[in-house]
């Protein structure tokens, strides 16, 4: 096709995304899908040389909306150039250097600094500018189209974090931050919410641009400050010198900034951040380096865009959209019977996806999913776990309808709504629960039988009708050494780890029970406490509410489980198989009379005879508190080799140390005996 044509349609469609994104806060294709597009065009003008008038590659941001009061900003707010590769950010830094060169040159008297660099959070909500006059917040705006935004006051005055007065009052300067929606705010709200938020930035942007501030409020938006603008009276040398103004005023400053004198130091930092990034409670979509000293960027200047003394960083997208094509249901080991949504293939952060999650049936009316079959929707896709859908495109209820199975799709029974969930309770006879039973049993935490998986269960459920875990104790090698598959090897190698398995403690195995709501470590505290596998059965409700981290629901799963006379039965024949379920081995009374005894001790450094993890076992044993940082608390340290900043700090605080191995360990020896 004609490159021009190609371009005017981008341009298009880019443009209607551009207001469906900045001026709605309603995108209907993901940031990826949209950076596609983008970097499509800016190919093809470059390749043309040809730049079309209403290009979103000459402007920032989007058009106004109507009803708040245009706010003109006093300095230009700026998109960021990206980098979405290690090449890319290669050139912008070589471009950066000689720049710097190009200027030395010129003015050999008053040259630039060595490069430096800071690199911060690229935070994903919606830009702020604040203006303070005389130390009082008078404006707050959106960024709008760069030059004029919209004038949010009321609305950020929602923000508890934003400081409506701060200590500077020599005039005006303007700061600006990104408004964000906590995540773990987002998952609260939309417990609750009758239209739950596809996503914290939608989520921050269309809360800070609603009319109502109540609105506004109801979200509980936080923001970090991440520039000085512009200001009447005050200049800056530096990156950090602004951020200590910041802070001192009393914005709030993201912590994770790192500062760097070598350009690979700062890719190593970005691999860290990267890292962090699903464990950070708020959404980041990359990082921004910027570089350090303010007369280097006045050097460097700007295109009609963006600053060349910074760059953002892309990370890989973790939303995208794609088709919802059918919905099946998975009956798991408690009789849960699940969504799942098989999509259009699509690739999402380096992998091709094609399952989601859907939750329950809850959650499918909430997201409005009902009639969504065949439509668009978004997807997202968080650490390892397979991606979720977030809700669909557009409004419109114009798909297929998912149906709500009424009976058991592996047994037929017919199904119970409890909650947002459907339940099979075909417990004895539903062949997916009692192989994901059985499997669970056999698990790594639970009873830890080598070799087995989910596809022996349901061998041994469909050729030697296996229905419980108990009965795993009564096979032999004669039934074993006939089954597909299996040969005398594989029969004697599955004979043995289920034998070793009767040795499993009491807390593996009331975990490989499956007792409903129980995880690992209730079962570990349960374990510790009562000490014995008949007490914890005959526990009442009272006794289990009074212990740790149980609540009303977990006790009442406890006694329930037991109160099931076929659950009982099975645990008796276990035991008469010769499963064991020890007790835990009684804790070793802790010494109160050793040199440790009452001390605060902090381990650092490497030890070289045992580990850290050991030395502080000895150390508890013997009566000391260990704790993970120094001070003026801390009675004594134990430095290892390469001991660092707590070494320093202990010395400093004069605090005791001991720095030799040997010494250390022949003091542990000398106490414990
Ligand atoms: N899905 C869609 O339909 C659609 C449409 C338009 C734009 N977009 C997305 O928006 C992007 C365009 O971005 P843009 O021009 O609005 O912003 P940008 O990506 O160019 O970045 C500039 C913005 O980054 C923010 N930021 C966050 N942390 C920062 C920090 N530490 N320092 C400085 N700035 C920081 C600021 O708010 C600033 O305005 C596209 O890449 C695309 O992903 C999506
Ligand atoms: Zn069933």
Same mark, same amino acid.
């Given at each position: 096709m004609d490159p021009k044509l190609t371009m005017e349609q981008l341009v298009a469609e880019l443009n209607k995304h551009n207001y469906q994104y900045y001026t709605l806060d309603a995108p209907v294709i993901s940031d990826k899908e949209y950076d596609a597009l983008y970097d499509q065009l800016v190919a093809l003008e470059k390749e043309t040389g040809m730049t079309l008038p209403d290009s979103p590659t000459q402007r920032v941001g989007g058009e106004l909306l109507k009803g708040f009061v245009q706010h003109r900003h006093l300095a230009p707010l700026w998109s960021l150039d990206k980098a979405q590769n290690i090449e890319q950010l290669g050139s912008w830094n070589a471009r950066a250097v000689r720049l710097v060169q190009d200027y030395n040159k010129k003015n050999p008297d008053n040259p630039l600094p060595e490069l430096s660099y800071a690199v911060e959070l690229k935070f994903d909500g919606l830009t702020l500018n604040l203006t303070y006059t005389n130390g009082r917040l008078v404006q707050a705006a959106t960024r709008g189209n760069g030059v004029v935004g919209e004038g949010i006051l009321p609305q950020i005055k929602t923000i508890k974090s934003v400081p409506l007065s701060i200590p500077y009052k020599d005039g005006t300067i303007e700061v600006q931050g990104e408004g964000i929606m906590n995540l773990s705010v987002l998952e609260e709200y939309n417990k609750t919410a009758a239209e739950p938020l596809k996503?914290?930035?939608?989520?921050?942007?269309?809360?800070?641009?609603?009319?109502?501030p109540k609105v506004t409020a109801e979200r509980r938006l936080n923001a970090y400050f991440y520039n000085v603008g512009y200001s009447d009276n005050i200049r800056f040398d530096s990156h950090k010198e602004m951020m200590d103004f910041l802070r001192e005023n009393h914005f709030k400053v993201n912590p994770y900034i790192t500062y760097f004198d070598n350009f690979d130091d700062v890719m190593e930092q970005l691999a860290e951040i990267q890292e962090r990034r699903s464990s950070l409670d708020y959404l980041i979509d990359g990082a921004v380096i910027k570089i350090v000293d303010m007369r280097t960027r006045e050097a460097l200047g700007y295109t009609d865009k963006f600053p060349r003394w910074a760059v953002a960083y892309k990370f890989e997208a973790e939303e995208t959209t794609t088709v919802l094509e059918s919905v099946s249901w998975n009956v798991g080991r408690t009789g849960k019977v699940t969504p799942l949504a098989r999509v259009e293939a699509v690739e999402l952060a380096g992998v091709t996806v094609q399952n989601c999650t859907l939750n329950n049936v809850g959650d499918i009316e909430r997201k409005n999913l009902k009639y969504a079959l065949g439509t668009r929707v978004f997807i997202r896709r968080s650490n390892d776990v397979i991606p979720e859908i977030l809700g669909k495109v557009t409004e419109e209820n114009d798909g297929g309808e998912i149906i709500y199975p009424e009976h058991c799709p592996a047994c037929g029974f017919p199904l119970e709504m409890r909650g947002a969930h459907l339940f099979c309770n075909n417990k004895l006879n539903c062949r997916p629960q009692i192989i994901g039973r059985i499997t669970h049993f056999a698990s790594r935490d639970a009873m830890d039988i080598e070799t087995f998986s989910d !596809?022996?269960?349901?061998?041994?459920?469909?050729?030697?009708?296996?229905?419980?875990?108990?009965?795993?104790?009564?096979?032999?090698?004669?039934?074993?050494?006939?089954?597909?598959?299996?040969?005398? !090897?594989?029969?004697?190698?599955l004979l043995e780890a289920i034998e070793k398995s009767k040795g499993r403690d009491l807390a593996s195995f009331l975990y490989a029970l499956g007792i409903p709501n129980t995880g !690992?470590?209730?079962?570990?505290?349960?374990?510790?406490?009562?000490?014995?596998?008949?007490?914890?059965?005959?526990?009442?409700?009272?006794?289990?509410?009074a212990l740790p981290d149980v609540g009303g629901i977990v006790a009442?799963?406890?006694?329930?489980?037991?109160?099931?006379?076929?659950?009982?039965?099975?645990?008796?024949?276990?035991?008469?198989?010769?499963?064991?379920?020890?007790?835990?081995?009684?804790?070793?009374?802790?010494?109160?009379?050793?040199?440790?005894?009452g001390k605060t001790v902090v381990l650092t450094g490497t030890l070289h005879q045992m580990t850290r993890d050991e030395a502080s076992a000895q150390l508890e044993a013997l009566g000391a508190k260990v704790t993970g940082s120094v001070s003026a608390k801390t009675d004594l340290l134990i430095a290892g080799e390469k001991a660092g900043s707590k070494l320093a700090k202990a010395k400093q605080l004069g605090i005791q140390v001991i720095e030799d191995e040997d010494e250390f360990i022949r003091l542990l020896n000398e106490e414990a005996n």
């Open positions: 996503n914290a930035r939608n989520g921050a942007a269309g809360a800070l641009r609603n009319l109502n !596809k022996t269960a349901g061998q041994l459920y469909d050729e030697l009708n296996v229905h419980e875990a108990a009965e795993l104790y009564e096979l032999t090698f004669e039934q074993l050494v006939k089954l597909d598959r299996f040969g005398e !090897k594989k029969a004697m190698n !690992k470590s209730t079962a570990k505290m349960l374990a510790d406490h009562y000490r014995d596998l008949h007490a914890v059965m005959k526990a009442d409700i009272e006794e289990l509410i009442e799963s406890i006694v329930n489980f037991f109160a099931d006379p076929f659950v009982v039965a099975g645990i008796e024949k276990m035991l008469s198989l010769g499963v064991q379920a020890k007790a835990p081995e009684a804790p070793q009374a802790v010494k109160t009379d050793s040199f440790f005894s």
